[in-house]
């Protein structure tokens, strides 16, 4: 009867480095040592190169993300301006709360806040003496829309802000053959303000522009 | 993979303790440790690039410099992260064109502590503002406030401007500088027609900013 000890293979201990190395004559050794030591920079590289990869994805993420999550950016402070279908002036000396940070003081700023889930939005302001211009700023930074009073007809800006499928729809309203007296906006984004900002160049116009830009009318278009 | 040393190689060797199930291996640690770096990192810089000025999109001339993308559709992110951070309206292309000096023309950073002499032309507008703002590019405010428009200033026969900027009243055109302290110059045009073509813009057609005299 043969021992069932002496039927299992002999397993050799893995030498260890030092016994290895023990083991080795000084060339190998020193081979030995240099691939040790590429093999530790190898891994601090990739080490490095995960950690730069994250922190570019981190940094993207986060740039792309603030615009997201911003509340005190414009379109969001002052998406409920203009309620009663008139601008609401804002500027540096009104609220110092919502001043805008880099404001023309030679400058009267009315704005009207949009939100087009509700339906779009006519605008219609009028001309005056002084430099009037109109624009329209998403939520979240950008703008897609801005006309001066060089494009007044009769002394009025009008134009309809609206989505991309209520623009649809309003095109497929319309009459075959008949000509269309409205200038249509359209937005990428549901919210956003309308600014109508009109220049002061001399004290005395201060009460002219504010009522110039108070003048802009904000109202449904449905 | 053979002969490929692995990022991991030498930290999968000790095992998790049965007895201490809570601890995390060394694997596990060194993966957030390298998170939180990265986290940091990539947090930390963008804070740093999102000052006044968005770090890509500038239009330089002579000592002015403009960020016409902000006014845009196609605002980079950048751009629209500056601008989501507090209440601000930039000129939009085709309202106007702001453009903003830290340094005279010949590239020495301003200062309250100097007199300086803004001359030249300007471009075709329906009007034009300079204001003196901070070293943050506000605008000052209260009684600090300082600023012109083209109504305030008289220009010679060619249109050419000359104004005097410093801290110390002067005659002529006058632009009130604040005491000792760094300024930038605000300089907006209003319903110009440059205003969508300003990076092909000579920056001759822009006033100079010269330093005349600096105290101490």
Redesign the interface.
């Known amino acids: 009867m043969r021992h069932a000890a002496l039927e299992q293979p002999i397993k050799a201990a893995p030498p260890d480095r030092q016994s290895l190395s023990l083991a080795m004559p000084a060339a190998s050794q020193k081979q030995l040592r240099w691939l040790m030591a ?2 530790n920079l ?2 601090l590289l ?2 490095l190169v ?15 993300l ?2 997201h999550y ?1 509340s ?3 379109g969001s ?2 998406v409920v301006s203009g309620a009663e279908g008139r601008a609401d002036l804002i500027g ?1 000396d009104v609220n110092p709360e ?10 009267a ?1 009315g704005v009207c806040g949009f939100d087009l889930t509700d339906g779009p939005l006519r605008v219609r302001a009028r001309s005056g003496q002084l ?1 009037l ?1 109109l ?1 329209v ?1 998403v939520r ?9 009073d ?1 494009a007044a007809q009769r002394g009025i800006i009008e134009f309809v802000v609206l989505k991309q499928l209520q623009f649809d729809e309003r095109v497929a309203r319309d009459d075959d053959g008949e000509s269309i007296r409205e200038l249509r906006v359209v937005s ?1 984004v549901p919210q956003g303000i309308v ?1 109508a ?1 009109a ?4 004290p005395s116009d201060r009460q002219t522009a504010e009522a110039l830009v108070r003048g802009m009318a904000c109202g449904s278009a449905s | 993979m053979a002969g490929v040393p692995s990022l991991f190689a030498p930290l999968t060797l000790p095992r998790r303790s049965r007895l201490d199930p809570v601890r995390p291996d060394l694997r596990t640690r060194y993966l957030i440790v390298l998170v939180l770096a990265a986290l940091a990192a990539g947090i930390g810089s963008t804070w740093a690039v999102l000052g006044e000025k968005p770090p890509v999109g500038a239009v330089k001339l002579g000592p002015w410099q403009s960020f016409p993308r902000l006014g845009s559709a196609d605002i980079d992110p950048y751009g629209r992260a500056i601008l989501a951070r507090g209440p601000h309206l930039p000129l939009a292309t085709g309202e106007g064109i702001q453009l903003n000096a830290a340094t005279d023309s010949a590239g020495a950073t301003l200062s309250g502590s100097c007199r300086y002499r803004i001359s030249g032309t300007t471009l075709p507008s329906r009007g034009w503002t300079l204001v003196v703002a901070n070293g943050a590019s506000r605008p000052l405010t209260g009684t600090d406030a300082a600023g012109l428009t083209d109504a305030d200033v008289l220009t010679d026969e060619a249109g050419k401007l000359s104004i005097t900027a410093s801290p110390q009243m002067s005659s002529g055109n006058w632009l009130r500088l604040p005491q000792q302290a760094r300024f930038e110059l605000i300089l907006r045009f209003y319903d110009t027609p440059v205003s969508s073509s300003i990076s092909q813009l000579d920056p001759a057609a822009l006033p100079r900013i010269d330093r005349l005299a600096c105290e101490g």
């Open positions: 590429r093999g190898a891994r990739h080490g995960l950690l730069l990869a994250l922190a570019a994805l981190a940094h993207i993420l986060t740039t792309l603030i615009p911003a005190q950016d414009s402070l002052f540096t919502t001043a805008i940070i880099d404001a023309d003081p030679f400058t700023i430099p211009a624009s700023h979240g930074g950008g703008v897609f829309y801005a006309v001066t060089k990428p600014v900002r220049l002061v160049k001399q």
